[in-house]
């Protein structure tokens, strides 16, 4: 049992943590808002370069890491800067290529070097977070499968040069069997974007499907059995969000502290009033937790599907809640600046509210911890 | 006790429903309801209608053309209005300014003044809040210099709501800086456009430029626009401040968000099935439900007292912190009911005339900006922190 | 609409507060405990001497009061009293006996008059809050009923003279169907009794039914029939231990706001540090909730079904969520002191918890609230 | 970063079972999971089987008897020993006194007294708290003044858990009124015997007689029996204080109270079904089960960081309020999952050896005497307020 990072990690946290220091300020961010751009090209070539995308995949796949903590220290370090990435991404559509297996090396590669850009195309617009409920149809017409349907809120859609997309080659609207994956360039015809602004900082768009043809080399694994991949890249993406949650949370801390240490009034610093100071240790309590969570969650990601899932839910529940608590604790104990869109927490309460949007929020967890058996 | 309304009462509110039926123009009423941001056009026709039949400035004696109603009459108006979706009516010169001038202004100022306010002609916005200042409102640093027949005034106000359209401002002004900072405060009104003045927008969270920052650079302001006496306007401002808090629960807005939030709840679908058949989401609907009905009677409480002439103490500390909490847990509930598509920002389809395809659900788009714009309700007016140290000051006498 | 109580009440209220203030001291309750009795037979007098009994009672009943806010008058006074009394059990068995009609009205004169005391025995072993799961059976013999069956907590039971007990006629164990009720003498041969102390400071005795033969004229309203008025019974029953609850909470919280103000640490009172200044505010918010969810149940007591119960339920929750709440800031706010039996908070800190454990909890209710339609 | 324990460490723990099937009484365990009061001689029965074994004093270096465990081996020790129902090793001796006379104590007392805390001879308790001084330890009123080789100390202490059942008590007195508070404290073994002491029980609000007063009137302590320096008392007092609180998340305490209350909701039936299938009851044990899977794992981090030589710091703090939060929210769903059998008091059928029939199933009578009783892990030992305290203060320099 050990709780500290290994020298490799401690040194691509550190590492990471002065490149978006100076990378992902607000400057940057307001740039690739202007350019409706997923991500300002010049900070996802600079994680490129300092090897921050690879640090997402083993070493087989290409990478040099690939661990759930070493998720957890990237998107830590992502949150902790505010940074405004379609990294997440790389985990869900990229990790979906990987254990497809060799065929998709030469894409895996150009996508850890930086070089193309993937999008996750899974949820549709009746989906929710039901992971099988997947109405977007794939049918087989020779050697191609034509596909018809919708995706939602997919992020960094219509930037993307490659999308992984889920569609349905048999089996009832909510089957977890007949579900099946294929990648396919972002620009193929029968493909139409809605692009539009996110609330954390990044886009995302709604995507019309009509009449795709799809080679039969872009299928990812086996046909209609891609159900368990997908929820093992969920389970790392969530892994990572949450990791990110906390990078988040520790920012919007330390800008309350230091807030509270130096607004005055009555005459003395408003961070030497008990009821705050009793606040802010309840936030840091719960920070704590979702540290823990974190850390269950990074360190289960290879154990059963059961045991697996549990933390999945466990985490997710937990960090959504903490979350939404840290969030309006530090906007109420800013005031009236905690309000304002040109302060920094306005940027970091946006990404950490979001972050309950994506892959179940709270509720959805908590229900889904219980019907998974974990209380029984 | 009596939990019913008197005949007269239910009468009136049958005649409300009965005009609202009539008068309140569809248009608007789908913007409130699909949360649209409203124009300052929309807000003049709704006050213009209201006004039409007497009914804008309920709090105001009909001496002064208001309505005269009691707290019940003023709380049916307020529970009608919401439930029908009408706009709110902009409280700044109704239900703020108004009743100072009728108070402590001149017979001069409330004829030149009032009437302009009841018919529009005047956009009121409000100067009280300082950068820096938080709560404490005494701490004004906004000076106002006699010279002649003029004030001159330097400095700067913050937070002031929806100053963009507004065509004067009634402000606290430092003109005396002997005794306590409370004892040379001045209550001062002050045309918009007069030379020197500076609006700047301040966008919120939900990326919305809802308040301002007004700059105020060597400002001529004619004496006559002196409220009161020189030096005296902590107590207007604190009459304004305590006289029409009747609302500060905000029962009907919480009663329309619940039910948009239900209607969401039952849209939306989840593991198979309508959201709102989730036994966990649909608890904590209940909760917040269960919470809303007995604040209501708190809030009924309140207002039979008032109508019955007592003046509302820190009941209305009470009703803020619970009625805000209230509100803030059905703005994250509804933000939460929309699941993903709560995370498009595409805050322009929200304004008024925007042509642009709204993402996802209509209902989806404004939950997370309302969510966001909401936190500010435990922050104004006094925030719930501060509310809570007058509560256990007050009541509890600690 | 009007917020006021009436004159009578009003009176009804002082007198009562004045008379608990000096009658219902922690004197009494000791003798009460040590003589395993339900209540000071003084006390008791005295309750129904003021007219306290009657005031449960409408005057066709024999009362003078009868409407939901008579028993929340009584109720909250007792409740600030830190009084144990049988008096919820007149409200649930005489409530019961009062729908019956005029059959029963000797006997019900004799409650009202405090020289009969009855106990209430619906709820059974493995009933928990659930109104129609009834396994005692009643099967006709002759003229007679013959019962069979066991229940439980039987609040005052042992101590009562006569008995409004529930047993099944016909229908399966949940139906609401066939539930019939029976008033019985205590005594009678067939029950046998075990007795003990509640943590409440009252007593309650669990009862065993072996062939308790039951004339036919100890049937109250119709055989099978009895649901809808156990029903109203405890939605009447609901109101006043709300309504004591509020009392309850009150007084811990004057109890506490006292404490907060006198007592000192590092050198001034600590009702002046803020934290617990914040705290004592929203535990008064809490109870001003708890007040106006009294008041709705109270008001609404002679609705439809529907809207009745969705007031008992919401009333229910709320009281009960609020309870625990005030009970456990009391006590934490106190320290050590809030701790120790001898001091009164603990007599008021278990009466309240144990307010939860009667007809239904919070959690039940909350689900009973949406089951009941109110969220759709 | 790795979760998992090393070979080692699994060796001890599966030694640790093998041990506890074999040596631990079924009539102790039997107790200890059904929530029976345990009589003086079941501890002693414990300790003594224990340190048999050489493991009753885990954090005690060899030398002087203790197991020498670091304080993951400690953990994995405190994890087996609640899971298997083990009676908790009394504290007072062995994890509080036992280190300040390792590190304080002459030669002489050391060797007089270690052994026996051990063997069982002395049953220690503590003379900390006072009346009125709440969680202000170092306000100590009882005095002791010297007088030829005696002390005669007068005062009153509070608080004394199961003092009724000590030889000894350690205390901390007044030696001095000169400086500071701190700086006049004296640390002090007293004869429990000694004529001049009256213990007094405190019923708390589960009716157990679980804490006492312990009144000091002219009693006279042989000077060998101070610790350490005169007026240094306050060092060895933190010490202890600081000394031993890998445990104090309680953990172990909490999971077994989880599965208890899981176990308890699987036989009570709701509404035609077993209440753990209660959605909104599942819910609740969902969302305190996950907040303990999260805090153990902050415990591990502290542990962990202790066994590698880091003094924990204020992350005791942060453990000291989540635990105990989690474990009173556990008891508080205990209480509520046992329904109508929670307003049972027979608090005499909980004491060992009584041979009153329960009332309702035998998981059910301790429900809400544990709930009561457990109120207090907020308050003693550093209230919580006390730690949020110390949190704002050193963690985030308030």
Known sequence: MNFDLTEERQMLQDGLRRYLVQAANPQSRAAAVEAEAAVD???????????????????????????????????????????????????????????????????????????????????????????????????????????????????????????????????????AGGISLFAVPADSAGL???????????????????????????????????????????????????????????????????????????????????????????????????????????????LSRREREINVSATKQLVGRVARHVTEEAIQMHGGIGMTEEYELAHLARRLTMTDHRLGDSTYHLGRFVALGAVA | MNLDFTPEQEAFRAELRAFLEQNLPERLSDKVRSGQRLAKEDYEEWHAILNGRGWLAGNWPKGHGGAGWDAVERHIFEEETTAAGAPRIVPF???????????????????????????????????????????????VKTTAVREGDHYIVNGQKTWTTLGQYADMIFCLVRTSKEGKPQEGISFLLIDMTSPGIEVRPIVLLDGEPEVNEVFFDNVKVPVENLVGEENKGWTYAKYLLTHERTNIAGVGFANAGLENLKRIARLEQSRGRPLIEDPLFAARIAEVEIALMAMATTNLRVVSAAAAGQAPGAESSMLKVKGTVIRQEINALTREAVGPYAMPFAHETLEA??????VGPDYALPATAQYFNNRKLSIYGGSNEVQRTIIAKTILEL
Chains 1, 3 share one sequence.
């Open chain 1, 192 to 302: 139409q974007w809605r692009d539009y602004p996110l609330a954390d900082g990044g886009r995302a768009a709604e995507l019309v499907i009509d009449g795709l043809r799809a080679g039969s080399g872009s299928l990812l694994g086996a046909e209609g059995g891609a159900h368990d991949a997908i929820e093992y890249a969920q389970a790392r993406g969530t892994a990572a969000l949450c990791a990110e949650a906390l990078g988040l949370m520790e920012a919007a801390r330390a800008l309350t502290a230091d807030y509270l240490r130096t607004r005055k009034q009555f005459g003395q610093p408003i961070g030497k009033f008990q009821a705050l100071q009793h606040r802010m240790a309840d936030m840091l309590i719960e920070i704590e937790q979702a540290r823990s969570a974190v850390i269950n969650l990074c360190g289960r990601l290879q």
């Open chain 2, 93 to 139: 010169g109704l239900a703020m300014l108004g009743p100072v001038l009728q108070k402590f202004g001149s017979k001069e100022q409330q004829e030149h003044w009032l009437p302009r306010i009841l018919d529009g002609t005047d956009w009121w916005c409000q100067g009280y809040s300082e950068p820096g200042a938080g709560s404490d409102l005494a701490s």
């Open chain 2, 353 to 358: 005339g925007s042509n642009a395809e709204p």
């Open chain 1, 41 to 175: 090209p010049e900070l996802w070539g600079g994680l490129a370069e300092m090897g921050v995308i690879g640090a997402l995949f083993t070493e087989e796949q290409g990478g040099f890491g690939g661990a759930g903590f070493d998720l957890a220290v990237v998107f830590e370090e992502l949150g902790r800067a505010g940074a405004v990435t379609p990294l997440l991404e790389v985990v869900l559509a990229g990790g979906l290529l990987a254990q497809a297996g060799d065929a998709h090396a030469d894409l895996l590669g150009e996508v850890i070097a930086g070089t193309r850009a993937l999008a996750y195309a899974h949820g549709e617009p009746a989906s929710r977070y039901d992971l099988s409920r997947v109405e977007t149809t794939a049918r087989r017409e020779g050697d191609d499968y034509v596909i018809d349907g919708r995706k939602a809120v997919v992020v960094g859609g219509a930037q993307a040069d490659m999308l992984v997309l889920s569609a349905r080659t048999s089996g009832e609207r909510d089957d």
